[in-house]
């Protein structure tokens, strides 16, 4: 019987879609490992080097920028962010799929790489929300946000809803659970394509 290579998961989306629950939902299941980035800033109250991020000096990260190291990266508010091809393709190699959290630009450099693993392993997936109003109800009921975070976020989402096109998969999202159903649906009939085989 074949075995077969990992799938990458790329999953994108604006902030209230719910990709990060599904992403999380998948992972916690054990049907994917999710990747851990790398990170400039500090650490927040209980996150741990290596579980949450790897957390890097500038110089490391740079060091690692200048030598190719890095699948994707991208400044944030200040801080470097970045996935190693390492953390990736470690797992991919073994026949164990991963799932990314990542923003569009993110998804574009992956899309971008050269690296043939990568290229045959990525599945890009674009999570719309079903309407501009419940976008608006899902950014408005976290309640923790003022109306001014509020509309500038409606206005990044929007912005990124346009890039679906540029994605291979579009999941329309409905309620948490019919949206899982059909996520772990994608990743199944991603692990049956006959070029993940190896012999």
């Not at 501009?132 to 509309?151: F, K, N, V």
Request: charged fraction near 30%; charge should be negative.
């Amino acid at each position: 019987m074949s075995a077969r290579t990992g799938i990458l998961l790329v999953v994108s989306g604006p902030s209230g879609s719910g990709k990060t629950t599904l992403c999380r939902r998948l992972a916690n299941d054990q049907l994917a490992r999710y990747s851990i980035s790398c990170t400039t800033r500090s650490p927040r109250p209980g996150e741990i080097d290596g579980e949450h991020y790897h957390f890097l000096s500038t110089a490391e990260f740079e060091a690692k920028l200048q030598a190719g190291e890095f699948l994707e990266h991208a400044t944030v508010h200040g801080n470097f962010y970045g996935t190693l091809k390492s953390e990736v393709t470690r797992f991919l190699t073994d026949g164990v799929d991963v799932v990314m959290d990542i923003d569009i630009q993110g998804a574009a450099q992956i899309r971008d790489c050269d690296d043939e693993e990568i290229k045959r392993a990525v599945v890009d997936l674009f999570v719309m929300p079903p309407s501009r109003e419940e976008l608006l109800a899902r950014l408005s009921g976290r309640g923790t946000d003022s109306q001014e975070t509020i509309d500038l976020r409606m206005e990044n989402a929007l912005e990124e809803v346009a890039s679906w096109p540029k994605y291979t998969y579009r999941l329309l999202s409905a309620t948490p659970d019919e949206d899982y159903a059909r996520f772990t649906a994608l990743l199944s009939a991603e692990r049956m394509k006959v070029n993940r085989m190896v012999d």
